[in-house]
């Protein structure tokens, strides 16, 4: 689906309120076949990442190195433009001087300015009883306020469980958290670390979590497309 026949004020809508939107699909069944198939192959990626082994939880991911695969290039740029001008209006209602330009590449030279240079992309692979703990994609200081992630497998029929869990921490409040569900090629944008909530008493700061519950059966592919960059 091209990103200009999204209902992008359905979209902005939900990340207002919600923090997270459900879109897409974003990539074709091929598509998915063939990112997903990368993971095998050593060039794409720079590196490579068990999870047990950190605490992170269980399964691995591979970042990309450069060039990134075409689907993600094709994807990256246009979402970051998209989505800019949201992450500008959350900046401005949490009273924070960081504004963002209107153009991804202009964004990763921020980044780089800044030592954070290595691209963030990734390919995830669950097996059964693999999860992800609850986490934030920060990489460094600079922080794109929203990231995007695909469903490369098609839930019931190549994996059960292995759903997508966010988590909401408002001050004063326990956590709430979410379950998203995803399609075959779906996407769901949602908040990095901190977004605005409108309250009672003025604007506060919901802080965000995101990760994967354990799989049962099968095997679970994602792609992540983070738009700041690693240091």
């Keep these: 689906m091209a990103l200009e026949g999204l209902d992008w004020t359905r979209i902005g ?12 699909p974003l990539l074709d069944g091929e598509s998915c076949t063939a990112l997903a198939g990368l993971y095998g192959q050593d060039a794409p990626f720079r590196s490579r990442v068990m999870m047990e ?17 075409e689907p993600i290039v094709a994807l990256r740029a246009p979402l970051y433009r998209r989505l800019a001008p949201v992450a500008n ?32 992309p990734l390919l995830l692979k669950y097996g059964p009883g693999d999860y992800n703990c609850l986490h934030q994609d920060l990489y460094g200081e600079t922080v794109f306020p929203l990231q995007v992630a695909i469903l490369l497998s098609a839930p019931g029929t190549d994996f059960t469980g292995g759903e997508f869990v966010l988590t ?16 075959l090629g ?13 309250g009672t008493r003025g604007t506060y700061r919901a802080r965000h979590r995101h990760g994967v519950s354990p799989v049962r059966s099968g095997a679970r592919y994602t792609t992540g497309i983070i738009f700041h960059d690693a240091a």
Excluded: N
């Design 13 to 24: 809508a939900e990340l207002e309120s919600v923090g997270h939107a459900v879109v897409g």
């Design 53 to 69: 082994r950190h605490g992170f939880g269980k399964g691995e991911y591979k970042y990309f190195s450069h060039p990134l695969p």
């Design 89 to 120: 209006r959350w900046a401005a209602a949490m009273g924070l001087d960081t504004r963002y330009p209107a153009e991804h590449a202009e964004f990763l030279e921020r980044c780089h300015a800044a030592g954070q240079t290595r691209p963030t």
């Design 168 to 183: 909401e921490q408002r001050p004063r409040m326990q956590s709430r958290a979410t379950v998203v569900p995803l399609g």
């Design 186 to 198: 779906e996407a769901v944008i949602f908040a990095v670390d901190q977004r605005p909530v409108q």
